[in-house]
C-alpha cells in the first residue's frame, strides 16, 4: 500500500485518571469508550487493512467489515481508527467478537451472515494523498465528520462533545450496552501511535468471591500466577467468574505458602472438578476459545475462602477483565458470595448511540 501512513503503525494510546479532567470547552474532547476489537484501517483502492492493536491482520476473521468498507462511499485512499464491535440485541456482544477468531473460514462466514460486525470509526490519519497524523485532534475530528456525511450502517462515528456534563451523562447510561466507560483526547493533541496521550476514565465496582483454585506463575511451582474467582448462582452452584492477577513478586511466593492447606482434600467434591463443563471451557481446565491453546491447568483449593476484588465490566456471568485484588474477607462466608450482590446496569438502546447521522456529533461538539 502505497498511502501516507503505510502500514504497521501502532494506535494511540490512553492511560486510565480516576475521573474527567475538567474543561473550559476547548482543552478536551470526549468520547464514549468502546468494548471491541481496536483497529487501525488501510484503504488503498481495492486494498483494505484490517490492522489489529498488536499490528496483526484482522481481516480474514472480518470478511463482513471489509466488504462494508470496500461498499461505501469512502474515499478510494484513507487511514482510520476505530473500534469492530457485534451489537447484540440492545448490547455489544465481546464473546461474539472472540467467537470470530477461529481457524476455520467457514465457521468465520457463519458466523459473519448470522451476527455481522459494525465498526465505529474515533480518528483519522490519512486522506488521500495527506498524512494527517500531525493535524490537532479538533481538525481530524472535524474531516472525520465531513467524510461520514453519507456513510450508512455498519459503518459508524463515534459520538464526540467538549460539554463534560454530557460526557459523565454517557459514563453513566451506556454501560448497560456495553460500552466500559468515556475517552478524552486533547483537542490540540497530534496522533502519536504507541503513546498514551488520551485519558480514560472507566467503570469499575467491588465484590465478594470465592477463591476456589489457582494457577502457578510461569516461573513455575511455588510461584502463583493467578487465583479462580467462583460465585453462586440462584441454584447454589458455584460459577467461574474470572480471575484476580497482577500480584508483586514478594506477594505471589507469599500466596503459594498461604494458600497450602487449603490444597489439601481440595479435589474431593470440588463443583470444578470431573464435569462435563471442564471440556467445554465453562470453568478451569478445558480448551476453550477463551483459552486459545494455552495451558490451562490449575490447582484446586477448597472453596472456603473469600476475597473482595475490583471488577470493570460483567458479561454473561463472567469479569470481562481481569478482576484486582483489594483484601481477603474472612470475616465473610463463602455462601454468601452470590451473583445477588452485584449491580446490574439496565442496557441503553444501542440505536440512542449508533446515530447515522453525523449531526448528533456536530451538534454535539457545539
Not at 488521500?128 to 481538525?139: G, H, I, K, Q, Y
Not at 475490583?310 to 455462601?335: C, I, S, T, V
Request: with cysteine; proline share 7%; charged share 25%.
Amino acid at each position: 500500500m502505497l498511502l501516507p501512513v503505510p502500514p504497521p503503525v501502532h494506535p494511540m494510546l490512553a492511560k486510565r485518571v480516576a475521573e474527567l479532567p475538567q474543561t473550559d470547552g476547548e482543552a478536551w474532547i470526549f468520547e464514549p469508550k468502546w468494548d471491541g476489537f481496536r483497529a487501525l484501517i488501510f484503504r488503498d483502492g481495492d486494498e483494505v487493512l484490517l490492522q489489529s492493536r498488536d499490528l496483526k491482520p484482522l481481516n480474514r476473521y472480518f470478511p463482513d467489515v471489509v466488504a462494508a468498507l470496500l461498499a461505501a462511499p469512502l474515499p478510494a485512499r484513507c487511514v482510520l481508527d476505530g473500534e469492530i464491535v457485534i451489537a447484540n440485541g440492545e448490547a455489544l456482544d465481546f464473546d461474539a467478537l472472540q467467537l470470530r477468531l477461529h481457524p476455520a473460514a467457514s465457521r468465520v462466514n457463519m458466523l459473519a451472515s448470522r451476527m455481522p460486525a459494525s465498526v465505529v470509526f474515533f480518528d483519522l490519519l490519512a486522506l488521500d494523498e495527506r498524512s494527517l497524523m500531525n493535524e490537532p485532534f479538533a481538525v481530524r475530528r472535524r474531516e472525520l465528520e465531513q467524510l461520514f456525511a453519507g456513510i450508512e450502517p455498519p459503518l459508524h462515528l463515534t459520538p464526540a462533545t467538549r460539554d463534560r456534563g454530557v460526557a459523565l451523562d454517557w459514563f453513566r447510561r451506556f454501560e448497560g450496552a456495553g460500552l466500559d466507560g468515556v475517552m478524552a483526547k486533547p483537542s490540540d493533541g497530534v496522533y502519536e501511535p504507541g503513546t498514551r496521550t488520551m485519558l480514560k476514565v472507566k467503570h469499575e465496582r467491588e465484590c465478594d468471591c470465592v477463591v476456589a483454585g489457582f494457577r502457578w506463575h510461569k516461573k513455575g511451582v511455588g510461584v502463583v500466577g493467578s487465583l479462580l474467582l467462583g460465585l453462586y448462582d440462584r441454584a447454589g452452584v458455584l460459577q467461574h467468574t474470572g480471575i484476580c492477577a497482577s500480584f508483586t513478586e514478594h506477594k505471589r511466593v507469599e500466596l503459594a505458602e498461604f494458600l497450602e492447606p487449603y490444597r489439601e482434600h481440595a479435589t474431593a467434591g470440588h463443583p470444578w472438578v470431573h464435569t462435563a463443563d471442564v471440556a467445554a471451557g465453562r470453568v478451569p481446565g478445558g480448551q476453550s476459545r477463551w483459552t486459545q491453546g494455552k495451558d490451562a491447568s490449575w490447582e484446586a483449593l477448597r472453596p472456603e475462602l473469600v476475597v473482595e476484588v475490583g471488577y470493570e465490566h460483567l458479561q454473561n456471568g463472567r469479569f470481562r477483565h481481569m478482576a484486582q485484588f483489594r483484601r481477603w474477607r474472612f470475616d465473610k462466608r463463602p455462601e454468601e458470595c452470590t451473583y445477588a450482590q452485584l449491580e446490574v446496569v439496565p442496557p441503553h438502546e444501542l440505536s440512542e448511540i449508533f446515530k447515522k447521522s453525523s449531526s448528533f456529533a456536530s451538534r454535539a461538539m457545539g
